[in-house]
Structures are given as C-alpha cells and as structure tokens.
C-alpha cells in the first residue's frame, strides 16, 4: 500500500515536472550545448563545419576590435549599474513618504518607462536629442556653449546611451527597493526617534543594514543586464563612431548574422556567458560579505 502511494506520488511528481524539463531542454540546454560545440568549429551560421579545436579563441586573443567591445561592455557597466542604483535608491525614499493614490500615481509613472519596448524608447530620445530640432538640444548648448550631436560623438555617445538605459530600466528598481522598505518594521523607526536619533541615523542605522539585501540583488541584476547590453546601442549607434560604442554582442552579432561565421560568434559567445558568470556571483559574493559586516 505504502509502494503503490509513493509510485503515486512521484508519477504525479514527474506529470508536474515535465513540462519544465521539456521547455529547458529544448529552448536553454540544446541550445547551449549546441552553442558550445560551434564554438570549436569553423561552422557558418547554418550548417555543419570542420573541428578546429580551440583556434577561435585563440583568435580572440589577437583581436582587436574585441578587446575595444569588453572595454566599452566595462566602461558602460561603470556609467550606469552604481549611478542608477543610488537613483533608485532615493527615488524609493522619496515615494515611500507619500500615500495614497499619490504614491500609486508617481510609482506608476516612474515605472512607466520599463514597460515600453526599446524600439519606442530610442525613438523617443534620439527625437528629443536630434541635432537640428532635439527639444533637449538647447540644454546641452546652453551648458556646452554649441548643440552636439550626441550619438554620433565619441565623447557623448557611451555617456548619452548610459542615460537612456538608466531612463528605461530604473522603475523596476524603484520596485524593489520599495518593496525592501515595505520589510522593514516601523517600529524600529519608532525606537530609534525615542533614543533621538537624527533622520540621517535613522536611515545609516536601521534603512541601510537592513535594505542591504535588496541593494546587493540590484546591483546584481544591473550587472548582468548592463554586460548584456546591445539594443539600445544597435538601434542608436550601431557601434559607432569610431567603434567608440561598439560592445560584444554587437560584435558576436555581426560576426553571426552578416559575416556568417557561426563558430567564431559562439566563442564570443561563450567567452561573453563565461565573464557574467565570474563577475555577477564575485561581485555578489563580496556584496554578500559587505553586509554581514
């Protein structure tokens, strides 16, 4: 009785869990396996090709214009994964103090940007910074003293891109660190303001040690999705000028779809998964231990 329970059980068991191995093995672990295969072949981008061992990374090695795309892929990291993590930080602060439908209502626009898709969201700026009728144009010349044409500036264009990204990603940030406050027992505050302590001790000694957590998890997740970065630079740079926004996937994409080299895209590819790897668990590791001190 107690055999025919179990075998019941684990049928049940694996009736739940099917479909999950189904989609996992055929939309992630083919693909990766295939993708890592590739990598070690002279293949196009369809079709089979010759085992060639480790020459497309040893061809990494030597080139150029890919060490250009993991500098800009770090340069961008540097540009937007802390400055959009203290804004949504405040932004936070901020909305947590209000109330009512007038917190639904700021949260709702702050969150607003996230939801567009980026095709819409390029649209938008590379409108209001266009060179000739841009309605952010006398902005920049007022500070600069002359209009600039921002993506197509080697100087601007990283920069520029950084705050695009920043524009469209943060709301969901706000969201967890809202939701990171929400934790937090108001009765902490409450002791603390008996014991006379200032709102600056207040948010040094109770807000921050315990929103840690949540902090680190952004910081994480900006990491990652900031090392990924292509879209925003595909539709408002396309790399350029100067291959001063040219980033990986970029490059693995052009090597893939127009120069048809399959095998040298995948190692990119994997050398690409192999860096967000090792730099989002380090880093969330030593957030990690940040915080336990």
Request: hydrophobic content about 55%; charged content about 10%.
């Amino acid at each position: 009785m107690q055999n025919q329970r179990r075998r019941r059980e684990l049928r049940s068991a694996a009736m739940l869990v099917a479909p999950f191995l189904f989609v996992f093995t055929v939309f992630f672990f083919y693909p990766t396996l295939k993708v890592i295969t590739l990598s070690f072949t002279n293949a196009p981008l369809i079709g089979e090709g010759e085992w060639i061992g480790f020459d497309n990374y040893v061809k990494l090695l030597s080139d150029r214009l890919f060490y250009t795309s993991i500098w800009n892929n770090f340069y961008f990291v540097l540009l937007t994964v802390i400055p959009t993590t203290v804004i949504a930080l405040l932004i936070a602060l901020a909305v947590d103090h209000l109330k009512g439908r007038v917190q639904a209502l700021v949260l709702t626009l702050f969150f607003l940007p996230y939801v567009l898709p980026v095709s819409v969201v390029t649209l938008i700026w590379s409108w209001m910074l266009d060179f000739q009728f841009g309605i952010l144009q006398p902005m920049i010349e007022f500070f600069i003293g002359r209009p600039v044409a921002v993506f197509k500036d080697p100087h601007w264009v990283m920069p520029m891109i950084a705050v695009v990204t920043i524009w469209w990603t943060n709301g969901f940030n706000v969201l967890l660190f809202i939701a990171g406050l929400r934790n937090i027992s108001p009765d902490l505050y409450e002791a603390a303001a008996l014991d006379g302590a200032t709102n600056w001790q207040r948010f040094r000694r109770v807000t921050w040690p315990l929103l840690w957590p949540v902090t680190a998890l952004v910081l994480t997740l900006q990491m990652i999705l900031q090392l990924k970065l292509f879209d925003q630079v595909y539709l408002l740079s396309n790399g350029g000028p100067f291959n001063q926004s040219y980033v990986v996937l970029l490059q693995m994409y052009r090597e893939a779809f127009q120069l048809n080299h399959g095998g040298y895209a995948s190692a990119i590819a994997m050398v690409l998964f192999l860096t967000i790897v090792i730099v989002s668990v380090l880093q969330f590791q030593l957030l990690r231990m940040g915080g336990r001190k």
